[in-house]
């Protein structure tokens, strides 16, 4: 292990390819530009560990003996990954944190990619100084899903597979699914109207952001829903994951 001090790193374990970037925290900004290499086929915890090092390696100029955050797209408790809609399934109940920090000699914190996503809005982004609580949904392969009240993220709130029409809501809502049925933007739009109408009143939001990749054509559907809840665009894009992740990752080494 390197003993220079140096910048966070987060990296965003996705489905097609895993991503990270040194991140400056005093920006909320990539401090490099970002590196991406492929998901191996079989995305299990030691073959995305193998893409992940590569990925650290490469910024090792910059990097020092800094945490690394590692967005999963599934349930994080404890550092174990607790559920796999869109992983390889070898991740379920593996303990990957001690692995991860051995392989890669960094302290690592390991987090839901959707929290990851609502910790930076709420620190550099759309979410910044809301009071009460917002809901931050990236639609994408799934949707994820991530609770902040008052500026205090409640993990792991998995409102992607509420119950929709008698179906997984991600399954009709997720923009995977507009893709894969070829869907306008105004019949996907008649979509997320019932998944954000479910949404705002089981719980009440004061704020709905709405992030993934999408999030970048939000003028060809936003603008067709009609909610109570002030809902916006994220303002980090897809860089939001790498970002968040990073922040957490700093938050833990700096409170032990
Ligand atoms: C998973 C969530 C994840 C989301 C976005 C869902 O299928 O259950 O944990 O945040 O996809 O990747």
Known sequence: MSTKTGL??????????????????????????????????RSTP???????DQIVDHFDDVRGDSPIGITVPG????????????????????????????????DIVLVNDADAA????????AAKGQKGLVILTTL????GTALIHNGTLIPNSELGHLELDGFDAEKRAASSIKDVE????????????RYYSHLENLLWPDLIVVGGGVSKDHEEFLPLLDLRTKIVPAV??????????????????DSH
């Open 8 to 41: 966070p790193l987060g990296i965003d374990v996705g489905g097609s390819g895993i991503k990270g970037a040194p991140v400056d925290l005093s920006k909320g900004a990539f401090a490099a530009k970002r590196k991406r290499i492929d998901t191996p086929e």
């Open 182 to 193: 070829g869907l306008s933007y105004p019949e996907w739009a008649k979509r997320l109207q």
């Open 236 to 253: 980090l894009e897809n860089k939001a994951g790498i970002i968040g992740a990073a922040h957490l990752a700093q938050e833990y080494h």
């Open 118 to 125: 609502g910790v930076a809005e709420l620190h550099y982004g």
């Open 140 to 143: 994408g392969t799934g949707i």
């Open 46 to 52: 030691e073959a995305v560990a193998d893409v992940i």
């Open 75 to 106: 349930v994080v408790t404890h550092g174990v990954v607790r559920s796999a809609a869109n992983i390889d399934k070898s991740w379920l109940d593996f303990d990957a944190e001690p692995m991860l920090e051995k392989k890669l000699g960094h």
